[in-house]
């Protein structure tokens, strides 16, 4: 169990559609990052927040948005669902921002877009 | 930017028998570089990580990397695979500087025959 805790686990909806996935850090992490792993695409990061500010933008849709609130929580909101949106959306956190800071991952949340 | 490559999509062995999973990566200078190893529904979890200092670290589960700056590598070793070694391994970099947010191999799925 690393620590990083994410609802729901699956979740299935229509296209056009939107949905709201949330990701809970590891006690004292102030990053969250969002990643979406496909199998033809990988595991691609999406965003990156730290302390409730946004610090990087990946390979993010416009259709897509993130938050992280004071309580450090974090929510990706995917809105205008697409079948190709179906994927493992993973949140991981670590203690700060630096690129060698460990990344701890959360179950992921499994989307399916029908 | 980063890159990091990982040439074999499957690598199928024979329970008791050595691995190396191979990573190749582009960067500038050295880069902190990391494996983790993602378990079938689970979310990715540090094998090892490399920042400095000796090119040979060790990892949980038995795990080894070897570290090559004139080859470009950050190769993964075990000595001898168990069953539970089943999974799929992904290698990453992270940049010293600039862009921190590390860049994800395509991942290795290994096999392992009884």
């Known amino acids: 169990d690393s620590g990083v805790t994410q609802t729901p686990k699956h979740l299935i909806t229509a296209t056009g559609q939107r949905v709201t996935l949330r990701c809970s850090p590891r006690?004292?992490?102030?990053?969250v990052y969002w990643y979406q792993q496909s199998l033809d695409q990988g595991l691609q990061f999406l965003i990156h927040?730290?302390?409730?500010?946004?610090?990087a933008k990946g390979n993010i849709l416009e259709r897509f948005s993130a938050q992280q609130f004071p309580d450090l929580h974090s929510e990706l909101n995917l809105s205008s669902l697409e079948l190709g949106d179906s994927a493992l959306y993973f949140c991981?956190?670590?203690?700060?921002?630096?690129?060698?800071?460990?990344?701890?991952f959360g179950p992921g949340t499994r989307l399916t877009v029908l | 930017a980063q890159s990091v490559t990982q040439p074999d999509i499957h690598i199928t062995v024979s329970e008791g028998a050595s691995l190396e999973l191979r990573c190749n990566y582009s960067?500038?200078?050295?880069?902190?570089l990391f494996w983790y190893v993602q378990s079938p529904g689970q979310g990715l979890q540090l094998l090892l990580k490399?920042?400095?200092?000796?090119?040979l670290v060790q990892g949980i589960k038995g795990f080894e990397a070897e570290f090559k700056r004139s080859q470009s590598s950050f190769n993964l070793r075990k000595p001898s695979v168990h069953w539970s070694d089943a999974a799929e391994y992904f290698c990453?970099?992270?940049?010293?500087?600039?862009?921190?947010?590390?860049?994800f191999g395509r991942g290795t799925s290994l096999i392992v025959h009884p």
């Open positions: 006690s004292g992490d102030l990053s």
């Open positions: 991981a956190s670590s203690v700060a921002s630096g690129g060698k800071d460990e990344q701890f």
């Open positions: 960067y500038g200078a050295t880069p902190y």
């Open positions: 927040y730290y302390n409730g500010e946004e610090r």
């Open positions: 490399y920042f400095s200092g000796d090119t």
């Open positions: 990453a970099v992270g940049a010293r500087g600039g862009s921190y947010i590390p860049t």
